[in-house]
């Protein structure tokens, strides 16, 4: 199964997505915490991974066991602890935190759920989640299930000082998210099956292969006109599916424009076909380039302007695109910071952050200030597979990526030149080529800036 | 690269000099370093070709290998060097220093000093790093004996190649990275890794442009390269018959000693102009006065040279041929440990460092405008003294509420940000400036144009203080900083990071490939895989 179209019925599609999770609670099942010891999940963008977290904690812990779920940011705990305890009322849920940690108001309106900083205050809930650096202090006790979510955004060294915590465990992730990244740039462990620098699925996978890989194959959130371009380039060799059909999501906007402009065909454009290329002059700029700046609040503002309703299978009625529901995503922090100065007061609640910080979160309207836009050279940073995908897989029914011309020549002009290793398994997909796929697809939908 | 060393080497192509980038210098240099220029045979594995060694600049001492294909040479060449660079590294011995211990631990004993190796650039110290590993497994007896020196010098250069990777560690130097740390040249990154490239940026000789100087330093005949690796053309030309006169077979031993010596003569004008430079830049970096926080790194150098020289003695086995799982885990927390602090040190060390990371946002300098020195803090069990200030700044931190900083020059206290907000203008700049309207999604208005050029703003920060106050609840004098006086804060800190915990090695898990065998030291340990 490659790229598959949007075509996909709704029913064929929920059939799937149940078939999937049915497939890992089987597995689940299974483990037996000695020859069968865990199993990997993987999830494309928006696929219910969360959904199976909280489905798999509850099923073990009614099943009389108790689990320990460990995430990677505190945001993330949160939001888990809060859809666990939404959707097991009356089960006692623990939140391990760290000593300065601020309850956020979405955990403690739970009465079931305990906030404490040891564990040993938690001994009589079936779940306990926290952090992997806050499990990592937890020095004994040992737990007979582990879930562990955004596994491909831990690294190895910090599974090294959990996993004797646990006797089996369910690693949840997307494959095509950021790689985790050090501060520290050697090549000393390169090819070692425990290379503290991967990822933990990785070391996980490498040392034991027996261990079984289970797909989600549908994509809840992305649309009909996304799937396709982002399962060709970031998810070649397994695809997948949306969950929605391509009359399900419109985007439409509440008055016309007067006159035209680029910044208006562009935003009409991506309402129309889900993308749209902003592309501007081509030519060599400083990371925070300030046209490119300028461009991204202007389309970001133009949407609110312009009154864009958003119908989609949770709102068949339509819901307005709200300063909430819109993002706009950079590569380096100091472009997200230029962005926010540039936008208008008013525009206060759009999120503009880095990819690193987007992974996992969810809007109507993404917009993309391209990785590459105005560089000299490609670098591995920029070139990385996984960056690209956070930025345009965020988005429920537009995506605008702004860039300076000439992205597809500065990649033919900069093959990737990072040394190969012996015993490193080459990774994919690859940056260079999704890049190029990604590309390749929005110059049919490019809006020349004037 | 951070824009202000982007400017700087904008402004070394315009000058034509290269431009500093630090007001203070941020390695140490020991008195007597030794310096060694090493250079392998093209072709070859890591095969050492002549080093010129010394711990002085007048008598360096050539070592060549006459057949580098030769492993009994190469090994004999190995046994040379180690007489020199262990002797030296023991006469570090010769004097130890008592340190006191912290609290309730008693004092300990460290040599007073650490030997310094300088190579010339990052390259030297990958040759470093694997004479290291091809020298330390091999054994004083047995099937291809060598020097009871060898393992010894293996053992040693892999500790130092090995140090290389800590940042901040001075042990084992590459010029270019300790030149470049230094100075911005009007070159790339790349073109920097000559150091006769370099040298000529930084310190052209009379009459001459940086940018021709550097030029002058491309050529191979003036400034044959640094090592390892060794002019193409010069080993065509030359390299490749002098090997091969020494090679004749033994009948004529004349004619070999001739070879030999013209050999000796040829590597020696290679390496004599590196040799001179490497000396130029020591005595270049060492014009610039240290930071104040050089000297505690190299205390660090100090107590890691002196607990390897214990395992030494104590007869520890060889460092094995790579990490095992939770060994590779804990080395990366070190190391991200390490590079933080560092990182931080040279921040506060160095005002021009600082202001990269002002532009970055994570600090900013300003003037204290409001100070509520005698602030308590009555909300918890006991009263604390939690004094107010309020620091105007014209940089735009990217800071939020609730974040800790630090000031360089009060490095015992902590500042907690209560709030940021954009100062008053002061009214000689004010400018009326129109609250833009919410528009109504309903009125389409044309999409917004570019934004004029930004008004400078001026930003205060609110910080309530914490420690280095005295125990009373009235603060010690000095000790609040008071209105008028200019203070630096920033995001970096130099406080001590707990290492994380991890399992022992019996203790590796599962997910890692379980508990490794325990590690024997073998003779194979010296053959390579590929080999």
Known sequence: MTAAGPAAGHATAAELAAGAVAGVMTDLARLDGRGQRGIVVDSPPGAGKSTLVVRAAAEIAAAGEQVMVVA??????????????????????????????????????????TVAQQVGGLAGCPVVIGTAAKWATVSDGSWPWAIIDEAYQMRSDMLIRIAGRFQRALFVGDPGQLDPFSTIDIDRWAGLTWDPMQSAVAVLLRNNPDISTHRLPVSWRLPGTAVPVIAEAFYPFTGFLAGTGPAERRLEFATSALGTGPVDEAVQTAAASGWALYELPARQTVRTDREAVAACAALAERFLQRGAVAYSERAPGGAPVTVGRIAIGTAHRDQARAIRAALNPWLDGITVDTANRLQGREYDVVIVLHPLSGRRDATAFHLEAGRLCVLTSRHRHACIVVARAGIPELLDAHPSTEPVHLNVPAKFPDGWEANQAVMAHLERLRVRAL | MSTLTSLARAQAVATGTAQPVCTRRHVHLSDRPLVLVPLVLAGEANAPLAALVGDDSRTGRLLVVSQPR????????????????????????????????????????????????????????????????????????????????????????????????????????????AVALHWASGQSPVEDLNLAALMGWIDPPAGMTGAQAAAAGEDPVTWPPAGPATDPTFDNEVLAQLIAACDLPDDDARARQRAETALQAALAAQVAPTWRLMWRAVGLLRGIPPGGRVAARWDADKDSFTSYAGYLRDDGPPQPRRDAAVAAALRLNWLERAQASYTAQRAMDDPLVMAEHRLAGEAFAGTVTAAEPGRLDSSGKRRKLRPLITVTTEDSPRIDPGVMLVSPSRPGQQARVISVSA???????????????????????????????????????????????????????????????RLCYTTLTDSYQPAGSFPDRAGTPWTHGGPPPEYVPADEDASEAWS
């Open chain 1, 72 to 113: 990677q940011t505190n945001s993330q705990v949160d939001d888990l602890v809060d859809r666990l305890a939404t959707a097991a009322p009356g089960m006692a849920v623990g939140r391990l935190s760290a000593q300065a940690h601020q309850p956020a108001p979405q955990v403690t309106r739970h009465a079931a759920v």
């Open chain 2, 70 to 177: 030769n492993r009994d040479r190469r090994f004999a060449f190995a046994a040379e060097l180690a007489h020199i660079v262990v002797s030296y590294i023991e006469g570090y011995y010769a004097s130890a220093q008592a340190v006191p211990g912290g609290r309730g631990q008693d004092d300990r004993i460290r040599f007073a000093d650490a030997p310094q190796l300088v190579v010339p650039n990052p390259a030297c110290i990958a040759f470093v790093r694997m004479l290291g590993r091809s020298t330390r497994f091999r054994r004083p007896s047995g099937e291809y004996a060598v020097d009871p020196a060898v393992p010894v010098l293996g053992r040693w250069l892999s500790y130092f190649a090995e140090r290389a990777e800590h940042p901040g560690s001075c042990l084992l130097l590459a010029a270019t990275d």
């Open chain 2, 423 to 485: 100062a008053p203008v002061q009214p000689e700049s004010a400018q009326a400036v129109p609250p833009p309207a919410a528009p109504s999604p309903a009125t389409a208005v044309p999409a917004t144009a570019v934004p004029a050029v930004p008004v400078r703003s001026r930003v205060a920060v609110v910080l309530e203080l914490a420690g280095g106050m005295g125990r009373a609840l009235v603060p010690e004098p000095g000790s609040v900083p008071e209105p008028g006086e």
